[in-house]
């Protein structure tokens, strides 16, 4: 439009457009004029009524769409077509337009005010919903907001989480992108760059836009935009090379035909209006006259364009005038090409919407037959009414409006596949329909190709996605979808992919090396199974089978001298004590369980006591024996084998005693370690009552000293075989190995803390049957000549 400076002195120059007629748009107001005609001639829409019409170029310049709007309202120009049957010449009922939503927008603004309707066929910024801004405003196309729901889902969909964003400066282009943007937000996905471009942008800011998208790293591009826009830019992008890009297209450009020359735009995606078919409309729009062609200028202009040939011979010019041979049969136009009626179908649907409101508004049925009143005169306002409540169906079309004035939204998945000779070719794949149940809405039919021919569904990442096992750490100054991945710590996983957290394990599971799945802790106890519980095991039975074999030497020498000597009673008590103690080790390998617990601890306890009972009573017998032989003495009558098996009983029944109040008040039971180790479980025996557990070993303790001082005691008294320096030994090993169990006992870990246990009880038992027993059998076996009695009686000889 020409730019002048007004001084309001005169009227102003009238607006003007520049450029050339759009074929496309020129199809969408023939095809409007199609449909009223299709209804003027109906017998059962609006009968014995004619529609009248007239056409506007609003140049898609606001200005010259606010222009009509005003002369629209105002009913001072006759624009309706004007016959003999036209009742109500210069009242506007309706408004079909504007193809943009900027002109849409300021002509609803005027019209509204007025109550007069306005459907538009193109229209899609969401902002149109507004009924309290435009009360008069219907489509037939859906708004954007439902296409910007459907595209975050697409990208959403195909796992695109790091895009690019361009669209146009515009209410359609900023509106919808606004709308794509929240959408897409809410589906996690992230925007490296959003950038606005505009047919009269300065070839600058273009340029930067292009290199934008050239220096980006996003793979996916969502272009918002008109076709014109959008052109511009692609031409600019055309002109270097630049990195594979897949666009993915508002309804507004992907699928012009137009478009399909860009072919580095190959494996385009995006979503059309459905495709339809309005039957006669082909032959409509190739049934130009020369005559129809010279009474319209628009039409004129139109041929003039298209055969490069003027209707009337003109001086101005040196073109050649139509000579009448132009067929517009041969015509390759987006004009004539009706292969994929889109938006002319909202067109078509658009005045039989109005057809139907009015239809409404001024017919009755009357006995299976419809009467209309053309004479009635109808509001604008009436028309607005009924127009909320049309609901028809037109060549399988259903056509209706919500609330907000829209329609159903229904959408096809388009792709931009490659043809065998290298063509570009618009392939539908399939749909998209928003009254479908939530989940069900998207569906694809068709395979797709993407960029270069592809069958593989590009990446666009800003991160790649993290693993089972790792956790996502946003990138700092960056959007969500830049992140890095850490493993998951110690204790914890994670089983999904792009997992924000990792999870700790319950207590009795542990991770797998992945760290993705909790796996059952192992169960560690001492088995009877592994390595050292075999050797301990054999030990014990070895011990036990050793104290067997020492009794039963004992046994067939039991009237040798040095058995007799040595108080056979208690030697073969002794003997069946130790025995007991190596194999009460034996209960302290294997799985705890409630009874292993109880036997373990007090089998253990009182055994030990009945050996240093033994043990403490051979050594009184040492002193008193020695006391015995001094001149008047009789204390052998003090202590004789009664006194000796009442010592051994008393000092073992308090044992008894103590173990019985332990497993009464607080006795050990069978509990898992969680703390000790955090890869595994140990069983174990928890002692219930600690002060049990040590009263226990404090009294075989307190036993072993006192047997280990009364034995130093005796260990010099004069005899050939003094068998206090042999239990003095046994009890010094006894005492070193069972303090130094103590703090073994306290540090060592899990099932190491049994195998200590059983070590100072097989240890302890060793040192006993080795240094009190062993020397007497090497005599009874190697040396028999010592065995007599008048060797023991030898006073010369010290032992």
């Given at each position: 439009m020409h730019t002048v400076e007004n001084n309001y002195t005169y009227m102003p120059e009238p607006l003007r457009c520049k450029g050339s007629i759009i074929p496309r748009e020129l199809r969408f107001s023939r095809a409007m004029i199609f449909a009223i005609e299709e209804i003027n001639n109906s017998t059962e829409l609006l009968p014995g009524i004619r529609l009248g019409y007239q056409i506007y170029d609003s140049c898609a310049l606001v200005p010259v769409a606010v222009h009509v709007a005003l002369q629209l309202s105002n009913g001072l120009d006759p624009v309706f077509y004007t016959g003999d049957n036209c009742s109500q010449s210069g009242m506007v009922m309706a408004v079909v337009g504007e193809c943009?939503?900027?002109?849409?927008?300021?002509?609803?603004?005027?019209?509204?005010?007025?109550?007069?309707?306005?459907?538009?066929?193109?229209?899609?910024?969401?902002?149109?919903?507004?009924?309290?801004?435009?009360?008069?405003?219907?489509?037939?196309?859906?708004?954007?907001?439902?296409?910007?729901?459907?595209?975050?889902?697409?990208v959403k969909h195909f796992g695109?989480?790091?895009?690019?964003?361009?669209?146009?400066?515009?209410?359609?282009?900023?509106?919808?992108?606004?709308?794509?943007?929240?959408?897409?937000?809410?589906?996690?996905?992230?925007?490296?760059?959003?950038?606005?471009?505009?047919?009269?942008s300065q070839p600058g800011r273009i340029q930067r836009v292009a290199d934008v998208i050239r220096r980006s790293t996003a793979m996916v591009v969502v272009a918002f935009t008109s076709t014109v826009d959008l052109r511009i830019l692609l031409e600019e992008l055309s002109l270097e090379p630049f990195p594979p890009r897949l666009w993915i297209g508002s309804e507004s450009w992907v699928t012009d035909p137009d478009m399909l020359r860009f072919s580095f735009c190959a494996g385009a995606i995006g979503f059309g209006i459905e495709q339809s078919v309005i039957p006669g409309l082909r032959d409509f729009l190739l049934d130009l006259s020369p005559s129809k062609v010279a009474a319209s200028p628009l039409l004129t202009e139109f041929w003039e364009d298209a055969f490069n040939c003027r209707l009337r011979k003109s001086s101005a010019t040196n073109?050649?005038?139509?000579?009448?041979?132009?067929?517009?049969?041969?015509?390759?136009?987006?004009?004539?090409?009706?292969?994929?009626?889109?938006?002319?179908?909202?067109?078509?649907?658009?005045?039989?919407?109005?057809?139907?409101?009015?239809?409404?508004?001024?017919?009755?049925?009357?006995?299976?037959?419809?009467?209309?009143?053309?004479?009635?005169?109808?509001?604008?306002?009436?028309?607005?009414?009924?127009?909320?409540?049309?609901?028809?169906?037109?060549?399988?079309?259903?056509?209706?409006?919500?609330?907000?004035?829209?329609?159903?939204?229904?959408?096809?998945?388009?792709?931009?596949?490659?043809?065998?000779?290298?063509?570009?070719?618009?392939?539908?794949?399939?749909?998209?329909?928003?009254?479908?149940?939530?989940?069900?809405?998207?569906?694809?039919?068709?395979?797709?190709?993407?960029?270069?021919?592809?069958?593989?569904?590009?990446?666009?990442?800003?991160?790649?996605?993290?693993?089972?096992?790792?956790?996502?750490?946003?990138?700092?100054?960056?959007?969500?979808?830049?992140?890095?991945?850490?493993?998951?710590?110690?204790?914890?996983?994670?089983?999904?992919?792009?997992?924000?957290?990792?999870?700790?394990?319950?207590?009795?599971?542990?991770?797998?090396?992945?760290?993705d799945t909790c796996l059952p802790k192992p169960v560690e106890f001492l088995s009877f199974n592994e390595v050292l519980g075999i050797i301990l095991a054999a030990f014990s039975v070895g011990g036990a089978c050793l104290a067997i074999i020492t009794a039963a030497?004992?046994?067939?020498?039991?009237?040798?001298?040095?058995?007799?000597?040595?108080?056979?009673?208690?030697?073969?008590?002794?003997?069946?004590?130790?025995?007991?103690?190596?194999?009460?080790?034996l209960t302290f390998i294997g799985a705890p369980s409630e009874w292993s617990c109880m036997l373990r601890h007090t089998a253990f306890g009182i055994t030990f006591v009945l050996c240093m009972s033994c043990v403490l009573g051979k050594t009184i017998v040492v002193l008193m024996a020695f006391r015995a032989t001094l001149p008047g003495s009789?204390?052998?009558?003090?202590?004789?084998?009664?006194?000796?098996?009442?010592?051994?009983?008393?000092?073992?029944?308090?044992?008894?005693?103590?173990?019985?109040?332990?497993?009464?008040?607080?006795?050990?039971?069978?509990?898992?370690?969680?703390?000790?180790?955090?890869?595994?479980?140990?069983?174990?025996?928890?002692?219930?009552?600690?002060?049990?557990?040590?009263?226990?070993?404090?009294?075989?303790?307190?036993?072993?000293?006192?047997?280990?001082v009364l034995a130093v005691l005796a260990r010099k008294l004069p005899d050939n075989f003094n068998?206090?320096?042999?239990?003095?030994?046994?009890?010094?090993?006894?005492?070193?190995?069972?303090?130094?169990?103590?703090?073994?006992?306290?540090?060592?870990?899990?099932?190491?803390?049994?195998?200590?246990?059983?070590?100072?009880?097989?240890?302890?038992?060793?040192?006993?049957?080795?240094?009190?027993?062993?020397?007497?059998?090497?005599?009874?076996?190697?040396?028999?000549?010592?065995?007599?009695?008048?060797h023991l009686m030898n006073k010369n000889q010290s032992g």
């Open positions: 943009g939503s900027t002109p849409s927008i300021s002509m609803s603004r005027v019209l509204g005010p007025f109550n007069i309707p306005q459907v538009s066929h193109l229209a899609t910024c969401a902002c149109l919903s507004d009924k309290q801004q435009y009360p008069s405003f219907f489509r037939t196309i859906p708004s954007d907001q439902f296409q910007a729901d459907a595209l975050a889902k697409l695109w989480t790091w895009i690019g964003a361009v669209r146009s400066d515009s209410d359609y282009g900023n509106n919808g992108m606004a709308s794509f943007l929240a959408a897409a937000r809410r589906e996690g996905i992230c925007v490296e760059y959003s950038e606005a471009i505009h047919r009269s073109e050649s005038v139509c000579d009448g041979s132009e067929d517009i049969q041969t015509l390759q136009t987006p004009y004539t090409d009706t292969s994929q009626l889109r938006i002319t179908n909202m067109v078509y649907k658009a005045v039989y919407a109005i057809a139907h409101a009015i239809h409404n508004a001024v017919c009755q049925e009357r006995k299976s037959t419809t009467h209309c009143d053309k004479f009635s005169r109808i509001e604008s306002e009436e028309i607005l009414m009924q127009l909320k409540k049309v609901h028809f169906s037109q060549n399988g079309y259903d056509v209706s409006f919500d609330a907000n004035g829209d329609p159903v939204a229904t959408y096809e998945l388009v792709n931009w596949q490659k043809t065998e000779g290298g063509n570009i070719e618009l392939v539908t794949v399939g749909h998209y329909d928003v009254s479908l149940p939530v989940g069900r809405e998207f569906r694809i039919n068709r395979n797709l190709t993407w960029v270069e021919g592809s069958t593989q569904v590009p990446v666009s990442v800003c991160s790649d996605s993290c693993p089972p096992g790792t956790r996502k750490v946003l990138q700092k100054g960056k959007p969500i979808c830049c992140y890095d991945c850490l493993p998951c710590p110690e204790g914890e996983i994670s089983n999904a992919t792009d997992s924000p957290d990792c999870f700790p394990c319950l207590k009795e599971f542990w991770p797998n090396a992945e760290r030497v004992f046994y067939r020498h039991r009237t040798s001298p040095i058995v007799r000597a040595n108080n056979s009673e208690l030697s073969f008590l002794l003997l069946f004590s130790l025995t007991l103690c190596f194999l009460c080790s009789n204390v052998m009558k003090w202590f004789g084998p009664p006194q000796q098996r009442m010592t051994v009983v008393s000092f073992t029944f308090i044992q008894v005693i103590i173990c019985t109040i332990w497993l009464v008040l607080n006795p050990p039971f069978p509990v898992k370690n969680l703390t000790t180790y955090k890869e595994r479980i140990i069983l174990e025996c928890a002692l219930g009552s600690a002060v049990g557990f040590w009263a226990v070993l404090g009294y075989i303790g307190l036993l072993a000293v006192f047997c280990f068998e206090a320096k042999l239990i003095t030994f046994s009890m010094l090993i006894f005492c070193a190995v069972w303090i130094t169990f103590i703090p073994a006992y306290v540090s060592s870990p899990g099932k190491f803390t049994v195998a200590v246990e059983i070590f100072a009880i097989l240890a302890s038992s060793f040192g006993l049957i080795l240094c009190i027993f062993a020397p007497k059998c090497f005599i009874i076996l190697f040396e028999p000549e010592k065995n007599t009695k008048k």
